[in-house]
């Protein structure tokens, strides 16, 4: 279908570089206003001038310290955003080839790809709803799985660079399938997740080799952004498979509360899912 043609307000994180700068890039060439963000000042202000960004803020999303000053900031300046893309990604112990643990004491794949977008998601939640036609998506993987350790999200008992990863876009998939369960109303409010794509970015290179294939064909980010088709449904895993954790309302309801634990994330009362966890 073709992309809504209304100029919208999209935040993207992780668009510094790979697939988040070429869909914050896309987001700004259809006339959009884009909100951008990266951990480097110099690589924020010179990607936010190179594609004509409306805004753009830096923060390190391996701290959920730096994550709330992120999403109350953003949440205060812009009360309505039309989409929260949580793109934002890490490999392999921050890139050095070992397991690494945050200053706050998270393992630093689980600290950005999962608690962080969590965090984040319940922060900006009321500015999203606020549109009326809001679209929250958390970027997962075909490379999902390491289900054996959803009882240790924090790889203590065994790390290596891939299981990590996999298990924390297992954990992205979930999220967004108990996100929907407690708060989708489509077309109003929907969350979904997706494989972004395989082309060559620097995860790619890290993890598994470059493939050939350039970033400006993973168009499947900015298409949930805008396409009419998936601003009308909710709940749906594009591309990447629904693992059997993704369905089962226990396990999604145990992660869910291990990530308030570690997050102190707090969001607004659910019927659906009525368990609430107060930090």
Known sequence: MAAVQQPQTFFVTGSTDGIGKFTASKLAQAGHAVIIHGRNPKNVAAVAKEIGAADAFVADLSLMSEVR????????KYPKLDGLLNNCGTFD??????????????????????LAPFLLTSLLLASVRASGAGRILITS??????????????????????RAYSLSKLADAMLVFELHDRYGDAPALVFNTMDPGTVNTKMLAAGWGMCGIPVSQATTSFKMLTDERWGAVSGEANGCGV??????????????????????AVYP??????MIITP
């Open 269 to 274: 009362y659910s019927r659906k899912s009525p």
């Open 141 to 162: 993987s075909i490379s999902k799985g390491a289900a054996d350790a959803l009882d240790d999200l924090q790889c203590e008992q065994r790390w290596d660079m891939h």
């Open 93 to 114: 112990g921050d890139y050095t080839g070992k397991r690494v643990v945050t200053s706050e004491g998270n393992e630093h794949s689980l600290a950005v790809n999962v």
């Open 243 to 264: 693992a059997p954790q993704m369905r089962d309302p226990a396990a999604r309801r145990a992660l869910w509360e291990r990530c308030v634990e570690l997050t102190g």
């Open 69 to 76: 000053r992120l999403g109350t900031e953003v949440a205060a």
